[in-house]
């Protein structure tokens, strides 16, 4: 075993325990767009139907991410290449919300709501091209840090998509 597969194997609970706490909340958020699935997909209603989409993408990358790291005897490729993928995919549909918000003149709420998974994947890229180019174990520290960020930012995203539905 190299040393880089150890140092990814003594962050497996992390990342087993983080894949968890994510698939019941992303468990949660499908029964609730399942049970008011009218309400959601009511054209006056587009945003909530935007914002559920943007939250199951969010927790959904949290168990990507998660399953890359608990595979056992990991490499920097195996580690490096899916976490720039999903770092990538991430940053771009958080800039999309992100650019849609602003061109909307809602500054404050842009920031809120995608900030945060934006600064995540962009650390979660940072991390990964260090991986693959420097062999910087230390950088998957970063990943906690981010993992940590989008579970409180899909966590964040899931109330307020909640609040507002029960608006409707």
């Known amino acids: 075993m190299t040393d880089f597969s150890r140092l990814v194997g003594e962050w497996q609970v992390f990342y087993a325990t983080i894949m968890g706490c994510s698939a019941t909340l992303l468990g949660l958020l499908f029964v609730s767009v399942s049970l008011n699935r009218s309400v959601i997909m009511h054209k006056d209603n587009a945003h909530l139907m935007f914002y559920s989409r943007q939250t199951f993408g969010l927790f959904l990358a949290i168990i990507s ?86 579970l409180v930012s899909s966590t964040r995203s899931s109330w307020f998509f909640l609040m507002e539905l029960q608006e409707k």
Do not use: N
């Open 65 to 150: 991410i998660s399953l890359t790291l608990i595979i056992p005897r990991q490499s920097p490729t195996g580690v490096g290449i899916p976490l720039t993928c999903i770092g990538t995919s991430g940053l771009f549909m958080a800039a999309r919300g992100l650019v849609s918000r602003i061109r909307m003149k809602e500054y404050a709420a842009a920031f809120r709501r995608y900030g945060w998974s934006a600064v995540a994947f962009t650390g979660i890229i940072t991390a990964s091209l260090h991986v693959l180019f420097f062999l910087d174990t230390r950088s998957l520290s970063l990943v906690m840090a981010a993992m940590i960020m989008l």
